[in-house]
């Protein structure tokens, strides 16, 4: 128990460091600014597959952002996607909705928002295995789930990327739940990633795939952790503290400089 306090202290001290180096490098000098946003607002969407536990989410979730200082709404239909007055109004939108259908309307008003410059931000399938047929919403969000091979197993979580604002001060960290094998867009700059025994499927052996990852979209600032399989996920400090670090993050999308956050798998040859 002594070792998880401690590492838990760790964490909850490394988040103010995270931070002051994100602020640092968007907007001058880390005390030139809050270190908690105030005045942002944040849709919260929750539903679909409820194996996720998309209810369960919101209730960890929602509360840590209010004490945040932000507005939060929140909303269990795609239905707020189609009110243009408040996607406007909005600095971020969280989204748990796995699988399930969006329609026309709901699709083209979240990704007008993010391309305006609200931010986005999610988890597992809540966020990249959502409305399968959209590829114009996958194209935003920079990845798609394809399969868990193994179902639930025990995997490492390398950070590839130690000098982000979001993986400062973590090392890498093991997680039992499923361990997502991902198409993704190869502009993403790529946080953590895991690699693949071959185990359960033989011919993936060694394959590495990200975990962790920015992007941009139009304006719009995007954050994503495939972890988050079920809610005792987030019982990994480090698995809630990279989430929570990636909403900070994104959140300030309409608000700090703009970023180019590019870190390309496949480029010209040396």
């Not at 597959?49 to 939060?72: I, K, N, S, T, Y």
């Not at 239909?77 to 969006?102: C, E, F, H, N, P």
């Not at 990994?236 to 970023?259: D, F, N, Y």
Request: proline share 4%.
């Amino acid at each position: 128990m002594a070792n998880i306090m401690n590492r838990r202290d760790f964490l909850k001290n490394s988040t103010t460091a995270g931070l002051a180096v994100a602020f640092a490098r968007e907007g001058g000098a880390a005390g030139s600014r809050s270190l908690q946003p105030q005045h942002r607002k944040v849709l919260f969407v929750y539903g679909g597959w409820q194996g996720h536990a998309p209810a369960a989410c919101r209730d960890l979730f929602v509360p840590w952002m209010r004490q945040q200082g932000f507005e939060v709404v929140v909303s269990d239909s795609l239905d707020a996607y189609t009110d243009a007055g408040l996607m406007r109004s909005l600095d971020l939108v969280i989204q748990i909705w796995t699988m399930g259908t969006i329609t026309h309307e709901q699709v083209q008003g979240l990704i007008a928002a993010v391309r305006g410059g609200t931010g986005m931000a999610g988890w597992h399938g809540g966020m990249c295995d959502a409305f399968r047929g959209q590829t114009e919403y996958q194209f935003m969000t920079g990845g798609q789930w394809v399969a868990h091979p193994g179902e639930i197993t025990d995997y490492t979580v390398n950070i590839t990327n130690p000098d982000d604002e979001v993986t400062s001060g973590l090392s890498d960290f093991s997680m039992h739940t499923e361990q997502y094998y991902m198409l993704v867009d190869p502009n993403n700059k790529v946080l953590a990633t895991t690699t693949f025994s071959g185990n359960h499927v033989h011919w993936i052996e060694g394959c590495v795939v990200p975990v962790i990852w920015k992007k941009v979209y139009g304006k719009g600032r995007i954050f994503y952790s495939s972890l988050g399989h079920k809610i005792d996920d987030f019982a990994v400090p480090e698995a809630l503290e990279i989430q929570k670090r990636g909403i900070l993050w994104a959140v300030e999308s309409k608000h700090a400089e703009t970023v180019h956050p590019i870190r390309p798998v496949y480029g010209k040859p040396a």
